[in-house]
């Protein structure tokens, strides 16, 4: 059985392939751009364009590709995101 990720506001499907696409802005560059992890749970490789670079540490705000909502976990903690796992 395949899983499926979907946005919390606007159930879109969030994987395409092997990965799981989010619209994301690096609060440090103001860069953004689309970034794409891969869907397999403890798999951490990132695919995304060269000129949207991260360093360890920065803070980087990620969004629906399709309703563009905020995925913050919460608005009492930030740095987790949240999305549906089906």
């Not at 695919?47 to 590709?65: A, L, M, Q, R």
């Not at 930030?78 to 999305?83: D, F, P």
């Amino acid at each position: 059985m395949r899983i499926n990720y979907l946005c919390p506001k606007c159930d879109a499907f969030l994987r395409v392939g092997d990965s799981v696409i989010f619209y994301v802005i690096s609060s440090q560059t103001s860069r953004k751009g689309l970034i794409l992890l891969h869907a397999d749970l403890g798999n951490y490789s990132v695919t995304n364009h060269p000129n949207i670079s991260f360093n360890k540490g920065d803070y980087v705000e990620f969004f629906c590709p399709v309703c563009h909502a905020n995925l913050a976990a919460s608005t009492t903690n930030n740095n987790l995101v949240r999305i549906k796992m089906v």
